[in-house]
């Protein structure tokens, strides 16, 4: 199983860029995935989460001004996301959820995105 992010930049605040999670090694479209981040000295968070039929969800910060969309037939996940501050400024990860109740079993290692003031 490998999950890998790509798209991490510099941008300005109130900026626009995409995240891709290119992955392989299982089925795809039969997992719910996930975006998370972490910020410099900080602890890990949610950002948004896609499942299997493709319902999605958003933590509070990224509601509004964040995508997430998948292509089952490029097993990829994406994260759109626009209007960025510098409080977006993180490592951003994507995670496959596994066996219910197990929490997130495999990590891909993060693409750094950077929102300047």
């Known amino acids: 199983v490998r999950l890998m992010e790509s798209g991490g930049a510099l941008v300005q605040s109130g900026g626009s860029l995409t995240l891709s999670c290119t992955t392989s090694g299982f089925t795809f479209a039969d997992y719910a995935i996930a975006w998370f981040r972490q910020a410099s000295g900080k602890e890990r968070e949610g950002v948004s989460c896609?499942?299997?039929?493709?319902?999605?969800y958003y933590a509070d910060a990224a509601e509004g001004r964040f995508t997430i969309s998948r292509d089952n037939a490029k097993n990829t996940l994406y994260l759109q996301m626009s209007n960025l501050k510098p409080e977006d400024t993180a490592l951003y990860h994507c995670?496959?959820?596994?066996?219910?109740?197990?929490?997130?079993?495999?990590w891909g290692k993060g693409t750094l995105v950077t929102v300047s003031s």
């Open positions: 995670a496959r959820s596994g066996l219910p109740g197990y929490g997130m079993d495999y």
């Open positions: 896609i499942m299997k039929d493709s319902a999605t």
